[in-house]
């Protein structure tokens, strides 16, 4: 089971041929905070310093109107170089002199983002994996967030819906796949406002993750580079994705480039060849040259010090004993893990772009690196930070507890109240607390020492590290032997999984039991899932029923101190027991079985819920209500760490009494934390959004979880 969790072996790459990360490879991605404010004009002056030592090859991805590669060949081209030194391609190009989403709509010429970022990975192969020194140079277009081109093949939740299904993103988001292997210079605005509209496109890329290595303003009579300059001088530092403080050094990654001729029809050649502008643009290239190879000898020592330093969890450490079973990820887009490796060579490091097949334990909702996500965490940070949590109210909290008993959220229908903690099996601990404690009121029990207060649950089961629920789970690897108090208090039933064997699906059931051998197969998934139809047949769910019965009767006669006080079921999904998928009659029949004895029945939806399986809750499969759900991972999109205990009225006033002993006594300082709320609101706003588009799509409610994970 461990090995889900270790290194590489949790990624798939389909890639025959990665990009080299070396010292004499550099590539640098140019932005601009604005259309037209000379990012054609830096990143020519940029190739003729390169040029000195490299030979350098220009793209420019989207073009609309015009030629800039032509603008580079002529002004980078002057001193005296071979032409073969210097490559630069136009990757897209359209005719109208105006917006790519626009130009692409007018000329119908679309390019989905898939198809553009295809192309520039192409060329960084193809550049990277040149004998020889070489730096590449990708010119944007427009602004930071300019729109990309637009198509109707872009159709995920972050792109614009719109009547024409033409969808698109700003350029930022189209570019987010290159994190990490291309630094960014930043063409800044000099003229009257431009420090405002500077510093957002600043904001802007570093929230996506961008490591803004320089920023280049033209001079003008503003004078906005020094205040640009004070401004990142400040003892509170601008800090990038990778966790490294940006402009350390504001003398040399803040730069100002003499004045062009106010004329454009005055040529620009005696411009790039003084001395001023010659020596501004070799020093640019050789501060990026430096910080490249500075940033590439810490990533090529990270390995050996995160083995030094860190303790994972789920992991054998003396199994690791060599730096390539570690997995280095630089960044991270999408469905997509950007891994170095090293390289064939056995010197520089190869990235790779692996896809995510444990969407990160589970916890990806709507992909990395989503930058609207990454906005509403950050609005909420920006506003509130943290906030105690207990008798306190905020906007976030109220909305999302709103929503999530709401029509649209897990608990539509039985839930009433929500409780906030920090991760799922903090959650999980709240939800046994619940569960028992309303037993032992409904049933007007003693807590005394005699009884022995127990669970029953599914066997292969897990709800996270805690003593509590880790007591809540049978003897395994996972907690026998990690905890001296650790000690099995349930009876933990073996149950019925579904699976396609020989291209049938059917029910295997489990070893010993009265069904074992019996043949039941399905038709389809939706035939499996149809409880309604099932039921009009009831006879298998009457065999589970007395099965599980039998099984009750006969662990709590076996002594008369123990006392099952909840029900623990993971519905239809069992993630530990390898991804198994439960007969969802079955554990309605468990459910029957707890009802009929007043036992409280858990829901664990950790894994499960939110959209996973194509519903919010396994209630809507089961066609049963829970007393206790509870809903972590794709709570927040994956981003923040956040769970969601919901349940019942009368569980909630389970804990009122007099006096604060009775009430509930759990939590931490971080319940119910602004950004987890908000990041959380918008998560759950675009798996509706998944959902719909389903829905339009015809796609089956069964296979949603295809999109999501």
């Known amino acids: 089971m461990l090995s889900r969790f270790i290194g590489l072996r949790r990624f798939f790459s389909s890639h025959s041929k990665n990009v080299r990360v070396a010292a004499d490879k550099r590539t640098d991605i140019v932005f601009g905070a604005n259309t037209d404010v000379g990012k054609t004009l830096v990143s020519a002056g940029l190739v003729r310093a390169a040029l000195r030592r490299n030979t350098v090859h220009y793209v420019k991805p989207l073009q609309c109107g015009g030629n800039d590669q032509e603008f580079v060949r002529r002004h980078a081209l002057l001193q005296p170089r071979p032409s073969n030194a210097l490559s630069a391609e136009i990757l897209f190009q359209w005719d109208t002199p105006t917006s790519p989403h626009i130009a692409s709509r007018m000329e119908n010429k679309p390019q989905s983002d898939k198809h553009v970022m295809e192309a520039v990975n192409k060329v960084l192969v193809e550049t990277t994996n040149r004998s020889g020194p070489v730096t590449t140079i990708i010119e944007t277009a427009g602004g930071v967030l300019s729109p990309s081109a637009s198509s109707p093949n872009n159709t995920s939740a972050r792109h614009a819906t719109s009547e024409t299904g033409w969808g698109w993103i700003p350029q930022a988001d189209l570019y987010q796949p290159l994190l990490g292997q291309t630094p960014v210079v930043l063409v800044g605005d000099g003229r009257l406002g431009g420090i405002s509209a500077t510093l957002s496109s600043l904001e802007s890329l570093l929230i996506r993750g961008y490591d803004v290595t320089a920023l280049v303003l033209l001079e003008t009579d503003y004078d906005n580079v020094s205040a640009m300059r004070e401004y990142v001088s400040r003892g509170h530092k601008l800090r990038a994705g990778n966790g490294e403080t940006l402009f350390s050094n504001p003398n040399d990654s803040v730069m100002s480039l003499p004045a062009i001729p106010s004329d454009p029809q005055v040529p620009l050649d005696e411009w790039y060849g003084s001395d001023a502008v010659k ?117 976030p909290a109220v909305a999302l507890g709103q929503t999530l008993v709401g029509p649209r959220g897990p608990g539509q229908g039985w839930a009433k109240r929500v409780f906030f903690t920090e991760d799922a099996a903090s959650g999980m601990e709240a939800a046994l607390k619940m569960g028992m404690k309303t037993y032992i009121k409904r049933m007007r029990e003693e807590e005394n020492e005699s009884i022995e207060w127990v669970i029953c649950g599914q066997e292969n089961s897990y709800h996270g590290g805690t003593l509590g629920v880790m007591n809540a789970t049978e003897p395994s690897f996972f907690n026998d032997g990690q905890h001296p108090w650790y000690e099995c208090k349930g009876l933990f039933l073996s149950v019925p999984t579904l699976g396609f064997r020989n291209g049938v699906l059917s029910i295997s059931f489990p070893e010993g039991s009265e069904l074992e051998g019996t043949q039941t197969t399905f038709e389809s998934i939706d035939h499996v899932l149809d409880i309604d139809a099932r039921m009009i047949s009831r006879k298998l769910h009457s065999q589970y029923r007395e099965l599980i019965e039998m099984q009750w009767l006969v662990y709590e006669h076996s002594s008369v101190n123990k006392k099952i006080s909840s029900v623990v079921i993971e519905p ?69 760490p956040l769970c969601a205990t919901l349940t019942t009225e009368e569980i909630f006033e389970t804990f009122l009494g007099e006096d604060e002993a009775m009430a509930m006594l759990h939590g931490s300082s971080h319940c119910a934390h602004a950004s987890g709320c908000t990041s959380a609101l918008h998560a759950l706003h675009a798996y509706d959004l998944l959902s719909e588009h389903s829905r ?3 796609v089956s409610p069964r296979m949603l979880s295809t999109h999501i994970w």
């Open 279 to 395: 020596e501004r643009f070799e020093r640019l290239d050789d501060f990026l040259q430096q910080s490249w190879e500075g940033q590439l000898l810490d990533l090529q020592s990270l390995r050996c010090t995160g083995r030094q330093v860190l303790w994972w969890p789920f992991t054998q450490h003396s199994q690791v004993q060599r730096d390539n079973q570690v997995a280095l990820v630089d960044s991270a887009s999408q469905n997509d893990l950007n891994v170095l490796v090293d390289g064939t060579d056995g010197i520089c490091l190869e990235r790779v772009s692996m896809k995510d097949m444990s969407g990160s334990e589970g916890t990806l909702g709507i992909g990395h690196g989503d930058s609207s996500l990454a906005l509403a965490s950050a609005g909420a940070t920006g506003r509130y930070g943290h906030v105690a949590f207990p008798q306190t109210v905020h906007a």
């Open 572 to 640: 239809v999904l069992s993630a530990v027991a390898g991804m198994s998928f439960v007969d969802p009659l079955w554990q309605k029949a468990l459910i029957a079985v707890a009802e009929s004895r007043n036992v409280p029945v858990i829901f664990d939806e950790t894994t499960s819920g939110l959209q996973r399986l194509g519903v919010m809750s396994g209630r809507d499969i089961l066609r049963e209500d829970p007393d206790i759900g509870v809903y972590s991972k794709l709570l927040t999109g994956g981003i923040l």
């Open 696 to 698: 339009k799509a015809k």
